[in-house]
């Protein structure tokens, strides 16, 4: 839901392998903002997907079994904002253990900043000004942090993690995504021709980080839509937030 | 550093809209005056329903017409309007947490640390209110829709029981409440939609009505069952025809002043 940019939104909507595959939108990150709402149903037109959002806030409106729909679709799109209110709210609707079946069922999981960072073990957040670690849901075993291209002081309280005994993980620019299938890492792609992401770890001398460079998919449009007709069992993608996505509240 | 008197006191508010008509802005009168400050310092949590907007400005507009000092704290945009929360709750004179969902409300505060910090505020004479969730949320049980139908769900435990909001407008969540009380949750309150309640310490003290017939319901369990016995509450009318529309204020004002009756002139 980058504006102006829908390289990969039309990147996870590939990966479904679906004409118009079904896809649910939670703006949890955000308090459920209108706005957010919106510009999700903009970008998700009726002509090429068949959309649907979760509110959590007024549960009490929508009559619907929350399970049984996000089951039933090819595609759940989560949003940023507070990623520990996105957690603490899931796990009081048991959103956290139903994530996991659809993951487990095939579902392709994808989100944006906090949206992307709710999916690891470790995440690094900066919502509270500093930035600082929090617990995922732990469905792919590393850390993460979005945002690394735009936000020095992210960077470094990664690193400093990293050498204080945090896991291994990744870092992603705004506008990079890493797609995972089940708990590998299937492809780098980005929106913008210089996003890219990193892997991180611990070595003896300090952190050791490789690049790992991001296909570009404004040139290779043609080749994406061809990726993913029979999409594994697991297939998360974590965008490394395309636009400030915190800023979306 | 508090303002008042350092009795933890909580009001909790069966159904409010910060609006500008009577009832509505007899309770929030009645709220400003019982923190006992001149200009009390107001906050607003208007996290069970996620910051929005809307109810925000709605808060700012009706304060705005009195002596206070109003802010509102958004956990969803603490990135771009950083505030130090223990600190700016404890200089409170008034915390007022909006409605929404009360699932949410507590998942949420437990998460940022704020179970914790308004416990604090609490106990530091701090008056705490609140609406709906943001009403239940105090008690050790509520009875909300949060997940879709009526349930029981947990709260903050700062008071003692269950909470019912909405008494009669919502008779599903009454007879939820009823059957669960029944059924072993501790004994509590049914607060109608304009009616409000308020504790000191756990002990509750006034029942007050900002709208005619709001009614504040105990409810016990008896050995025929659940048992409702209405309190009588205090009517907050004759604030009503205070500031009942700012126009007729103004003249009525305007005729005192022509026969010579002093009036302190309302900011």
Request: glycine share 12%.
């Amino acid at each position: 839901m980058e504006r102006g940019n829908p390289l990969l939104d039309n990147y996870v909507l590939g990966l479904t392998g679906k004409v118009r595959p079904r896809v649910c939108f939670l703006p949890t990150a955000s308090g459920d903002a209108d706005h957010y709402v919106v510009r999700f149903y903009q970008e998700f037109a009726k002509e090429r997907a068949g959309a649907s959002h979760l509110t959590l806030f007024r549960r009490d409106r929508a009559i619907l079994s929350v399970r049984e729909h996000l089951l039933s679709q090819d595609l759940i799109y989560v949003g940023g904002g507070s990623l520990v209110s996105l957690i603490g709210v899931w796990k009081a609707h048991g959103i956290d253990e139903i994530m996991r079946e659809a993951w487990e069922a095939g579902v392709v999981l994808c989100g944006l900043s906090a949206g992307a960072l709710c999916w690891f073990t470790d995440s690094v957040t900066a919502y509270y000004g500093t930035p600082e670690r929090v617990d995922g849901m732990g469905f792919l075993p590393w850390s993460f942090t979005a945002h690394y291209d735009t936000e020095p002081e992210r960077r470094d309280e990664f690193h400093r993690l990293l050498c204080g005994g945090m896991r291994p993980g990744y870092a992603a620019d705004d506008g990079a995504a890493l797609h995972f299938r089940g708990l590998a890492l299937h492809r780098v792609v980005s929106s913008r021709p210089l996003a890219g992401t990193s892997s991180l770890r611990c070595g003896p001398h300090g952190v050791l980080e490789e690049r790992i460079e991001a296909q570009y998919l404004g040139e290779a449009k043609a080749q994406e839509r061809a990726v993913g007709t029979h999409p594994a069992p697991g297939n998360p993608v974590a965008g490394g937030g395309p636009i400030a996505a915190p800023a979306l509240a | 550093m508090t303002h008042n008197s350092g009795t933890p006191r909580i009001v909790a508010l069966g159904g409010h809209e910060f609006r500008s008509s009577p009832p509505e802005r007899a309770i929030v009168r009645h709220l400003l005056e019982l923190t006992g400050v001149e200009n009390p310092r107001v906050c607003l949590l208007p996290t069970a329903s996620g910051d929005p907007q809307a109810s925000i400005s709605d808060f700012y507009s009706v304060l705005d017409r009195f002596e206070c000092l109003p802010t509102h704290v958004s956990l969803f945009r603490l990135e771009r309007e950083w505030v130090d929360l223990r600190a700016h709750l404890l200089e409170q004179d008034l915390v007022y947490a909006a409605g929404g969902s009360m699932l949410n409300l507590i998942a949420i505060w437990r998460a940022h640390g704020l179970a914790e910090i308004m416990h604090d505020v609490w106990e530091a004479g701090v008056l705490l209110a609140g609406q709906s969730a943001g009403a239940m949320c105090w008690f050790e049980h509520g009875i909300t829709s949060s997940a879709g139908q009526p349930r029981a769900a947990e709260g903050l435990g700062l008071l003692p029981g269950t909470l019912c909001v909405h008494y009669a407008r919502d008779p599903g969540r009454r007879i939820l409440l009823l059957h669960e009380i029944e059924g072993g949750l501790p004994a509590g309150y049914g607060i109608d939609d304009g009616a409000g309640l308020l504790f000191e310490g756990t002990k509750p003290v006034e029942a007050f009505a900002g709208s005619r017939g709001a009614r504040v319901v105990r409810v016990e369990s008896s050995e025929e069952g659940a048992h409702e016995m209405v309190l009588r509450p205090i009517s907050l009318r004759h604030e009503l025809a205070w500031s009942a529309d700012p126009a007729l204020a103004e003249m009525r004002q305007h005729r005192r002043a022509k026969a010579g009756i002093g009036a302190r002139r309302r900011r």
